[in-house]
């Protein structure tokens, strides 16, 4: 059994040397904090795929900017028909071609403006020219003017571009935060991996001892049997913390894209001096700056603004038409042409045009709809922002909590460290038996992993303040343009 035992341990560390002498072959990067987050926001797919939607809605603004070009309208006709002749009481056939050319234009206040020229040949007992410039203007006086009602499209689209953005923001505060967090887990891991390695190597030596003692006889031989086999233990959690090391790895390298097989040295050690913030200052900062917010209120103005043109849709529907124009006719198309130019015959018209659904049920109840939903969006507002000033206490207060429990995991290290040189002591006399010892060297271990995680939870903390507060963004270094997403769109047309 002592030879199984002695061949467990023998294949335990040559697992452990086996680990460290891959890890030492393969390429090492050496990772600080911030260039994890540059690495991120640059390379991170999920974000690359998010950005697309800015991208999207600029080209939905474009597209409706598009009611502003001119329109350009060309034809050409050419007909016959049959009139009886008032003389001769026959039929005559009539031949007449028509060409037309006109341009139009719509402005911000809802009016559009037309010019078109027509130009004309009849044949029936007589052939003639026959050549009109006409100007035309439609302009709605009450249902549909104005900037605000002509551009809804546009304005609705630009709110919708600002929502994308602060979604990007989001998932992009989202990504850093994941980001610090695993590189404070990988650090997390390592430094317990190093805790492991000295607890085995603690073990090693306790059972070295042992074996001088036993061969001198001062020592029962049966205590042997507790050395050996806190060694494998410890060994084997030494396996499973290189384990765990790796494992966390290979998230940072896919998640920053980092070579295959790569060893990750970490360059940043974690803050440990006190955070302190004041709780009125964290909260004013949090409304201005959380992005959810922000993408609410883009859609309480949206919602704003549908509600006030679905109010001028309740109105008639009483619209100015004007024309103004001249024309000419003559055997010759030149002559034609120049009776034209010289507005001999001018025409001119004006008049309005009265339309009003009776009830008009449609328009007053989508505007009944729309302010619905504009309370509604409110409504939701105050909702989240109930919630950010909750989180805010919350993470003011955790923060406050874990920078306490380092002191306390400090001195927590501090007496179990004094424990185990007492116990050494008295084991070196007779005093204590080996598992005392490993009990007390157990109670070290698990007193230097608590304080490893309060200094990582405590380092959380701060960034989860830091992302409730909606400033992580500036803290780290990382801007949002609300020209972010254009070159993807530029790189389209």
Known sequence: M?????????????????????????????????????MAFEKNLDLKVELYNPAMAEADTRRNLGIYDPLLTLGANYQRSNSTNTLT???????????????????????????????????NSTRYYSTALDLTLQQPLLKGFGRENTELAINVSRFTKSETLNAF??????????????????????EILEVRKTSLALAQRILQDDRGRVKAGVLPAYELLNSEF??????K????????????MDVLRVELQLPEGSEIVLADEPFRSDYTVA???????????????????????????????????TLPDLTLNATVGTGGFDRGFMSGLEKTATIDEPTWGVGVQFTYPLG?????????????????SRTQLENLESGVNRDVKAAIRLVAANFKQLEVTARGKAYAEDRLRAFQKRHDVGLATTKDVFDVENDLVAAKGSQIQALVDYNNAITQLWRVTGEILEREGVQVSETQADPLYEKMK
């Not at 806190?230 to 060994?235: G, H, L, M, P, S």
Request: charged residues 25%; positive net charge; aromatic residues 4%.
């Open 169 to 190: 923001r989001t998932r992009l505060s989202d990504t850093i935060v994941q980001v610090r967090n695993d590189y404070f887990k990988l650090y997390n891991l390592r």
């Open 89 to 123: 009481f026959r039929p005559q056939a009539i031949d007449q071609v028509t060409a037309n050319a006109g341009v139009s234009q719509l402005l911000p206040t809802g009016t559009l403006l037309g010019a078109t020229v027509t130009s004309g040949w009849v044949n």
């Open 230 to 235: 806190q060694v494998a233990t410890r060994e």
């Open 279 to 313: 709780e009125d200052q964290a909260l004013a900062r949090a409304m201005a700056s959380r992005p959810e917010l922000a993408t609410q209120r883009d859609v309480i103005r949206i919602n704003d603004l549908q509600q006030r043109v679905a109010k001028n849709q």
């Open 237 to 248: 959690e030494v396996i499973d913390a290189e384990r765990a090391v790796r494992d966390q």
């Open 360 to 376: 008009n049920r449609a328009a007053t109840n989508d505007y009944i709809r729309k302010k619905l939903a504009l309370e509604q």
């Open 2 to 38: 002592k030879r199984t035992r002695n061949t467990a341990v023998a294949c335990a560390l040559t697992l452990v040397l086996g680990t460290a002498v891959t890890a030492s072959a393969q390429p090492t990067v050496s990772l600080k904090l911030q260039d994890a987050i540059t």
